[in-house]
């Protein structure tokens, strides 16, 4: 009798050894992590966190060697442009005179493009700038962080027309209530997107600027890698 006791409760023990491994096999499987590259670009103005996409590993690798050598640390936004973008990252603009005209600086590369229709130019996009060579390659080092605006149905039915871009039921509602630059999607690659931080760019787009769009008071960046 107690040879059958004892048995019953070395099965109930095993029994339940088996159901709790299970249990925690569940929650590993069932919780993802996140393994995504997180950039933040600091401004006088505030932090921005920035996202890097995996779909565009070029674009995302460059990008990260910039950021880990410092290529980018106290370049300029020096082109900026309510309700279009804000735009930085040339190397000239590190010693720039007041006044002096930039966006021609370069480091003597370019990214090959690597256009996508799921990434779209919405509010807070991150897009490589890049010169009008043939293949829409992108600069080595020059980026842009889109403000942009919001379009009605007709504007984006209009803008499709012209540029001969589709977009998806979901990416429409994006621009009409989210806003963005669509006029420049499958034109200059997207790579990354702002998930903290829009206010800054609305704070830096609104600059009072000279002719050339750049702000009369530099506005000079850090960036790292968020650990």
Known sequence: ???????????????????????????????KMDTSTYVILTTEYGDI?????????????????????????????HRVIPEFMIQGGDPNSKNAQAGQALGMGSLGYRVPAEFNKNLIHKRGALSAARDNNPAKASSSCQFYLVQGKKYTRPELTILAQRTGNSWTEEQLKV???VGGTPFLD????????????????????ASPRDPND?????IRMTLKIEK
């Open 214 to 218: 750049r702000p009369f008071k530099d």
């Open 175 to 177: 621009y009409e209530e």
């Open 186 to 205: 499958m034109n200059y690659t997207v790579f990354g997107e702002v998930v903290s931080g829009l206010d800054i760019i609305d704070k830096i787009a």
């Open 1 to 31: 009798m107690n040879k059958q006791i004892l048995l019953f409760f070395l099965a109930c023990i095993c029994l339940f050894q088996t159901s709790f491994a299970s249990n925690n096999s569940n929650k590993t499987s069932n919780t």
């Open 49 to 77: 966190k920035i996202k890097l996409y995996d779909e565009t590993p070029q674009h995302k690798a460059n990008f990260i060697k910039l950021v880990n050598e410092g290529t980018l640390d106290s370049t300029l936004f």
